[in-house]
């Protein structure tokens, strides 16, 4: 059974920093495309960052040069440290998978791009 587990949300001032990690089990081999999400209240779930087999990473405007993806060669954990966080980035972040690759090298991740997601975890900046 193919699984994503998110963690290390919570809950941080503005300005402040939160790492957030993806566990991804079941899959009969490491996926090659992987994504972190967001969903703000009242709105839709919007593509951060993508992470491909070879290490191209892509950004959304919003939040190139304040978050960075990445991956534990070892274990095939998806990171995403954010740093000087904003009121804006609240939401729950959702991680996603699929196996293949293609495409997965241009621009921010789109939803219909991918079969896989977690359950997702919550920041809430606060001012």
């Known amino acids: 059974q193919v699984q994503l587990q998110e963690s290390g949300g919570g809950s941080v001032q503005a300005g402040g920093s939160l790492r957030l990690s993806c566990v991804a089990s079941g899959f009969t081999y490491r996926p090659y495309c992987m994504a972190w999400f967001r969903q703000a209240p009242g709105k839709e779930r919007e593509g951060v960052a993508r992470?491909?087999?070879?290490?191209?990473?892509n950004y959304a405007d919003s939040v190139k040069g304040r978050f960075t993806i990445s991956q534990d060669s070892a274990s095939g954990t998806l990171f995403l440290q954010m740093d000087t966080l904003t009121l804006e980035d609240t939401g729950v972040y959702y991680c996603?998978?699929?196996?293949?690759?293609?495409?997965?090298?241009?621009?921010?991740?789109?939803?219909?791009?991918?079969?896989?997601w977690g359950q997702g975890t919550q920041v809430s900046v606060s001012s």
């Open positions: 992470f491909n087999g070879i290490g191209i990473t």
């Open positions: 996603a998978a699929r196996p293949t690759g293609t495409g997965c090298n241009s621009g921010p991740p789109r939803t219909n791009e991918f079969s896989y």
